[in-house]
């Protein structure tokens, strides 16, 4: 909300410096976006008065005029404009005058005659006939209001004013208008206001019954609606004061009757709108739903189809306007108009935002209706448009007023704990300077642990919000610093999130980089992926109003989101890319969702392929402390490569599958062939975490290493060659790796060579040589025997 401070001045007392204002209004929770100073653009335009002219000499169209500005000194000045003559008053730009837009104005010669200024326009002063409707468009600004020669053009056009925009919460209705703005100033700066109490001076005679009947035919949607009659209007303009408030709040003066309803609006934050009597047929107003197939010609001129769950305000036989959004153009003021019906009234919020969006329309009106406004101010906001209509002398007030109130405008008391609001706010504020804050806002305690609260602070309603009250007017400032009481201050993170940062420091290690990605997927990632149709992981769960087809799904496979984020660092030249993330994958649990946590990473070929994968994840498994770990082949996998892909056992339970991504899901992608990802339930790496970690010391004794190579069939896995060797050596063996893994001349068709290095060692004393090489026969021997795995010769 934009507000004038030469306009809050006249309702509350706040400081000059403009600074000031803005950080303490923000410091008490009134937030001030930001602020622009009026007419700060204009600089050495005075006004003058013409006091002779004369043709140009060398030219038909130009004229010389004689100007006095006050000072004692004859300016001549040179102007193309044909609407001035002897004794106009005129602004009038001095030597090094600027103007809105830039430009300065230099003393020069026109056509060889000097020319010490120029003569101002509305235009070229940033103004519109709106703002003084006795000017013309194109000519030079002729004034007509009281001022002096040499006055500065900016205070006779009341030009000089600071607006500051405020940045206000859904909660504070109440502040969308200059009488909240200040009160929170009043409370701000401890001064006191100055808030308008209409007094209607009415017309004896006619009554307003005599004139209207109202019915509210939807009262949950109408809670109220109030009225007045003013007869014998003169339409006309309004006077400058009122013209440069609404200027100077970004409206657009019409005519005095639609200013006073807008000047109303901004001042009591309650949308009003003026009726020309004459079209209101069958003299009554019902406030009803719309008809289906009905339809309105709003005031911009759009003919809008209405439905049933719209409200209108009608007369006898059709809507004259689309409540709270804008009125209908068969009853607009005319120049014409000799009676007008003032309404102000109060419309549900959700009803507005609905009507609002369905036709396409969002007004000043609605815009403040949709954040419910108080009830209570219908009432006082019709009154102050009628004690204005007095003011301006644009029309009689009639006798009476029609007030149709179904809503609770009565102040109400919330429960006010004194203690525990000091308990929340950490605070030892005294009761009397508690009080005394509250009091500031208007919220008065009564003495029976209760505290009345007016009708428009529809945001107080329990202790936190008192004490929400309380804080910002103390001061957060003032509140000493103290450390939280009980179990919290103990801190620390749960032990899941130390385990979760513990995988991303290893990740960090090893050179990965952490991404984040959308858990609202596409349903067609799975067909990137190459899921079949009858997987369950296609059994997703929807959103209800998703943004689009792209993210209308929560994910339950965690590669697409992976490979979309390698693909858009390929895309942008990145040919070295490791990338991880733990994701939340979701999965249907009956009416419920079945959350998990997935980590998985991935990166490019040029960083390595399938065993360096592998070496990364063993990295990983040794740093949490992971034992009992293998390695199974895999070939189900369809988003996997066939021949380079495993799953990953602990303790012979499946925690996840590490390998190369598929060849066509790379396609899919745009990616390069050879890509290689790992995908591992956190859930299951945090339950196989062995906490305990044993200390084992240096060893004593030297190691004696046995090099072997080993046929056996070309599909037999090295793991699970590894294992067998580790369970047929006995305690002695201490490490057991291959080295190489050969296929071709000297190795028969069909078998492979491997190379694997033993490694023996003994606890308590030096292992001889015979001992080594009883332990290698005892290996082999067993291989043969139940593998059918010999010693290469």
């Known amino acids: ?27 008490t929770g009134t937030k001030v976006e930001g602020y622009k100073v009026l007419g700060s653009d204009i600089e050495k335009v005075v006004v003058g008065k013409i006091m002779s002219t004369e043709p140009h000499p060398d030219s038909d169209h130009l004229i010389i005029c004689q100007i006095d500005v006050g000072d004692g000194e004859i300016r001549q000045i040179v102007t193309g404009a044909q609407n001035v003559k002897a004794g106009d008053i005129v602004p009038v730009c001095l030597d090094g005058a600027k103007l809105p837009g830039g430009k300065t104005i230099k003393s020069g010669k026109l056509r060889g005659v000097v020319s010490q200024g120029m003569l101002c326009s509305l235009s070229e002063l940033g103004l519109t006939v709106n703002d003084f409707p006795y000017a013309i468009e194109d000519g030079i600004f002729l004034l007509e209001e009281e001022c002096n020669l040499g006055d500065d053009i900016r205070d006779v056009c009341k030009l000089n004013d600071t607006i500051v ?41 006619e009554k307003v019954t005599d004139y209207i009947k109202v019915n509210v035919l939807n009262n949950e949607l109408c809670p109220r609606y109030t009225a007045r009659v003013i007869k014998n209007v003169k339409i006309g303009p309004s006077p400058l004061w009122l013209r440069a408030k609404l200027r100077a709040a970004g409206v657009r003066p019409i005519n005095n009757i639609v200013d006073i309803t807008n000047f109303v609006m901004l001042e009591y934050g309650q949308p009003m709108h003026a009726f020309d009597y004459e079209y209101i047929k069958s003299r009554e107003i019902n406030v009803r739903n719309a008809n289906e197939g009905e339809e309105i010609v709003t005031l911009d001129g759009i003919t809008r189809k209405l439905s049933p769950e719209m409200l209108v305000i009608a007369d006898g036989s059709r809507a004259v306007a689309l409540a709270g959004v804008m009125g209908g153009e068969n009853s607009e003021i005319l120049d014409t108009t000799t009676t007008v019906v ?138 000493e610093p103290t450390m939280f009481k009980g179990a919290a201050d103990l801190g620390g993170r749960t032990p899941h999130e130390a385990f979760r940062y513990r995988i991303d420091d290893c990740m960090a290690g090893l050179g990965y980089c952490e991404t984040c990605t959308y858990s609202f997927v596409s349903p067609k990632t799975l067909d990137k992926i190459n899921v079949p149709a009858d997987s369950k992981l296609r059994d997703f769960i929807r959103l209800i109003n998703p943004l689009g087809e792209d993210t209308s799904v929560m994910r339950t ?52 392929g399938f065993y360096q994968l592998k070496a990364d994840a063993e990295a990983l498994f040794t740093r949490l402390n992971i034992c009992k770990r293998e390695y199974v082949a895999v070939d189900s996998d369809p988003s996997f490569h066939p021949g380079r892909c ?29 890509v290689c990802a790992a995908i591992i339930s956190t859930e299951a790496l945090y339950d196989s975490v062995k906490n305990e970690r044993g200390y084992i010391p240096l060893p004593v004794y030297p190691a004696m290493e046995r090099d072997l190579a080993l046929i056996c069939d070309k599909d037999h896995e090295v793991g699970k060659l590894l294992a067998d060797i580790r369970s047929y050596a006995g305690k002695s063996l201490e490490d057991a790796f291959v080295f190489d893994v050969y296929r071709g001349k000297g190795v028969e068709e069909g078998k492979k060579s491997v190379a694997v290095r033993l490694v023996f060692r003994l606890a308590d004393k030096t292992m001889t040589d015979e001992e080594a090489d009883a332990g290698v026969k005892k290996i082999l021997k067993k291989l043969d025997k139940e593998q059918g795995i010999v010693l290469r010769s």
């Open 1 to 27: 909300m934009e507000v004038s401070l030469n306009w809050l001045k006249d309702y509350v007392n706040v400081p000059d410096d403009i600074k000031t204002f803005c950080d303490e209004m923000t410091m």
């Open 165 to 205: 925009e405020f940045e206000l919460t859904f909660n504070r209705p109440d502040c969308l208008s200059y009488i909240g703005i200040a009160r929170e100033a009043a409370a701000t700066f401890g001064a006191e206001t100055r808030l308008p109490e209409p007094k209607v001076t009415e017309t004896a005679g």
């Open 342 to 479: 003032f309404e102000s009234a109060n419309f549900a919020r959700e009803s507005i935002r609905k009507t609002s969006k369905a036709v396409g329309l969002r007004t000043e009106s609605s815009a403040k209706f949709e954040k419910g406004l108080p009830a209570v101010n219908t009432l006082p906001a019709v009154d102050r448009a009628a004690e204005l209509v007095t003011l301006l002398g644009c029309g009689e007030v009639v006798e009476g007023i029609i007030d149709i109130n179904n809503a609770d405008v009565s102040e109400r008391v919330v429960a006010y704990d004194r203690a525990r609001v000091n308990a929340l706010l950490g605070t030892n504020i005294s009761d009397d300077e508690m009080d005394k804050i509250l009091a500031s806002v208007e919220l008065i305690s009564d003495g029976k642990g209760g505290l009345i609260v007016p009708p428009y602070r529809s945001d107080i309603i329990n202790t936190a919000d008192i004490a929400e009250e309380v804080v910002r007017l103390y001061g957060f400032d003032n509140i």
């Open 557 to 608: 496979h965690p590669l697409p989101s992976m490979l979309e984020v390698l693909e858009r660092n390929v895309n942008r030249k990145v040919e070295k890319c490791r990338m991880f993330e733990i994701m939340t994958l979701y999965f249907r649990d009956g009416d419920l969702s079945d959350e998990k946590k997935s980590l998985c990473f991935a990166f490019t070929p040029d960083c390595g």
């Open 646 to 674: 495993a799953q990953v056992l602990v303790n012979g339970s499946v925690i996840g599958t590490i390998g190369e991504v598929h060849p066509l899901v790379c396609e899919n992608y745009d990616l390069p062939r050879g």
